[in-house]
Each structure stands twice: as structure tokens, then as C-alpha cells.
């Protein structure tokens, strides 16, 4: 990543900067003018417009209420500093159950809170940031099992007892 005599970095990190802004925005299913109304104005869509188009240099605080409005870790904002941008992955093959991520957010309690934390990370490594469900690979479900107390083959139905899985 090239810098300029006073620091500044180049175009290129700003171009993909932003093309991560716009990766994220678009897996939320948002337009630019969406985001600008559900912020109360506070991103202008165009400014959004124009950090995502790299335009636009987008300062650390402000990314940072970025992330909290898009509910994502701020990292994931940001492109690897080697070998491009991050690609976004879609689900993967070989999942047996989907978590309704939405219904999570309404529960209380210590495996609520423990699952929520497990499924975060694994939205983390997936950079699967769509916020309303995530499907569960079977190496996953081992995990999930775990916290929540019961045998693996058990978990699928744990889930559905909790009103958690979407389908199976």
C-alpha cells in the first residue's frame, strides 16, 4: 500500500475500502437512499456513494458508527492489507440447520448469550453479515450441541424447540 509524503494512503486501499462498504450495504439488502433514511440522515447516501466508489476518504470514527449501524465488527469493514479485498462467502453446501439470527436477538439468558457469541463468530469468518439467519454446517452443529447442553444428534431439535430453526 503506497502512502504520500504526508501519510495519506493512495486511492487504491480508498477504492477498496470502499468496495467493502458497498459489499456489506448490499448483503443487508440496503440501497444507498435506505441507509440514509434508517441513519436519520446521519450517512448521506451521497456520501456513502462516494466512500464506496473510493472517492471519499472515510474517517475511523465514522466507520465505526458505520459498523454499528450495519451491526457488524468494524474489521470487517476494512480489506486485507495483502492480496485484495476480502471476498464475501456465500453459505456453504452440507448445512443441516438454519438459525432464525433475528429471534436470537429476542432471547435472554446464558446460552442465549453464549450461542450469540458462537454464531457471531462464525459470521465473522464467514463475513456473512445479512443479520436475519445463518445456516449451521455439521462440524458447526458439534459446537452448537455444546453449549447447548445436549448430543449432537440432539441439536437440531434443541433449536427447534427454542424457535430458532428455520428449517432442517
Not at 34 to 55: I, W
Not at 80 to 102: H, K, N, W, Y
Amino acid at each position: 500500500m503506497a502512502m504520500t509524503d504526508d501519510g495519506e494512503m493512495t486511492g487504491s486501499y480508498s477504492r477498496k475500502v470502499g468496495e467493502r462498504l458497498r459489499a456489506i450495504r448490499k448483503q443487508k439488502r440496503l440501497s444507498l437512499q435506505e441507509v440514509e433514511a434508517q441513519s436519520e440522515f446521519e450517512f448521506k447516501a451521497s456520501v456513502l456513494g462516494a466512500y464506496e466508489r473510493g472517492e471519499r476518504a472515510i474517517s475511523v470514527p465514522r466507520l465505526q458508527r458505520l459498523a454499528r449501524f450495519y451491526n457488524v465488527p468494524v474489521d470487517q469493514l476494512l480489506p486485507e492489507l495483502e492480496g485484495g479485498a476480502m471476498p464475501l462467502s456465500s453459505r456453504s453446501e452440507g448445512a443441516t440447520v438454519t438459525i432464525d439470527l433475528r429471534r436470537l436477538e429476542e432471547m435472554d439468558g446464558p446460552e442465549a448469550t453464549m450461542l450469540n457469541r458462537y454464531l457471531t463468530m462464525i459470521q465473522v469468518q464467514r463475513q456473512d453479515f445479512n443479520g436475519r439467519m445463518l445456516t449451521i454446517r455439521k462440524d458447526d452443529l458439534r459446537a452448537i450441541a455444546c453449549i447447548l447442553g445436549v448430543a449432537v444428534d440432539r441439536a437440531g431439535a434443541r433449536l427447534d424447540d427454542l424457535g430458532l430453526a428455520l428449517e432442517r
